[in-house]
């Protein structure tokens, strides 16, 4: 498929913040998660599906994580055109399936010694400007919580889990004028009491 007319077809113009519906944002902490908690720890990686209201507002109804690419703790790879044609192909199928337009991917960016990268990575930026299906780039943040209560900022979703003890912060990146660029984010909550 021709590169320019597939990223005429998928990647649309979108107004911030992009909308969360708050089931979505509690699916990519849980996925963030089991990265973060299996043996050396791995990135997640998966799929971003909403809807586009007439003011060109993005709410994102529903994350779905994706077993294929080998996954790292510093990275996700698809090493071979197969291998990215069938992701190209999930996308489209779970779109259809679930009625909603897809929007992105997310991936997750786990604690090392210490210490999580909080941006987008050379490599981040580069798959994500070469992907004709992308509109959004979520990246999902987990670290072990401290005491320390976490900067908060209006274009970030931060959120604790008490229960486990880890501290999420969640960013979105969108294409602007064929660069990138951060959006701010909004959770729409659901009613549950929720710390975010």
Not at 9 to 18: D, S
Not at 139 to 145: D, I, R
Request: proline share 3%; charged share 30%; glycine share 8%.
């Amino acid at each position: 498929m021709n590169w320019r007319r597939t990223a005429r077809r998928y990647i649309f113009r979108i107004r911030g913040p992009v909308l969360f519906e708050e089931a979505a944002v509690r699916e990519l902490c849980r996925l963030a998660r089991e990265g973060y908690e299996a043996s050396f720890k791995k990135e997640t990686y998966g799929f971003l599906f909403g809807t586009l209201d007439r003011s060109r507002r993005l709410t994102i109804r529903r994350s779905c994580f994706y077993r294929g690419g080998t996954k790292t703790r510093t990275g996700v790879t698809f090493k071979d055109w197969p291998t990215i044609n069938r992701l190209g192909r999930r996308r489209r199928e779970l779109a259809r399936k679930m009625r909603l337009r897809f929007a992105g991917s997310f991936h997750s960016h786990v604690e090392i010694a210490g210490n999580v990268f909080k941006g987008l990575s050379d490599s981040d930026r580069e798959s994500f400007l070469a992907d004709p299906m992308s509109t959004i780039e979520v990246v999902v943040f987990v670290w072990k919580g401290t005491a320390r209560r976490v900067v908060r900022s209006p274009r970030d979703i931060v959120t604790f889990e008490p229960a486990t003890g880890y501290d999420y912060r969640i960013r979105c990146y969108a294409r602007r004028a064929g660069s990138i660029r951060q959006v701010s984010l909004k959770v729409i909550g659901s009613g549950i009491v929720v710390v975010y």
